[in-house]
């Protein structure tokens, strides 16, 4: 059974930094490319972030310019998502899921199943 469970999110001014955490259960953590994504009020939910298997490679949305950095702890069936120079349009419930690959056709969701997510609110 899939479980994708997120932490870490909170009320932080604009400028601040956030970590946000995920613990991925129910498949083989190592056998699969992770990311993130949000999805802000009244929007559709968007890629945010992937990395490799390994962890030794790494994908952004453009947009973020380099204020984002996924990482991940195969250890520990972990995947984080470091977040500087935060902005209230970085305000959104953040989700982390297994993908399908690590091409730009493939940096999508592996299934429909989604966890809670983590909501990050920033305040200017």
């Known amino acids: 059974q899939v479980q994708l469970v997120e932490s870490g999110g909170g009320l932080v001014q604009a400028g601040g930094s956030l970590r946000l955490s995920c613990v991925a259960s129910?498949?083989?953590?190592?056998?699969?490319?992770m990311g993130w994504f949000r999805q802000a009020p009244g929007k559709e939910r968007e890629f945010v972030a992937a990395?490799?298997?390994?962890?030794?490679?790494?994908h952004y949305l453009s947009s973020l310019e380099g204020r984002f950095t996924i990482s991940r702890d195969n250890a520990e069936n972990t995947v984080y998502l470091q977040m500087n120079s935060l902005k209230p349009e970085d305000t959104a419930v953040y989700y982390c899921?297994?993908?399908?690959?690590?091409?730009?056709?493939?940096?999508?969701?592996?299934?429909?199943?989604w966890g809670q997510g983590t909501q990050v609110t920033v305040s200017s």
């Open positions: 899921n297994f993908l399908k690959g690590f091409t730009l056709s493939t940096m999508t969701p592996l299934s429909d199943f």
């Open positions: 129910g498949r083989t953590f190592t056998d699969y490319v």
């Open positions: 990395i490799s298997w390994t962890g030794n490679n790494a």
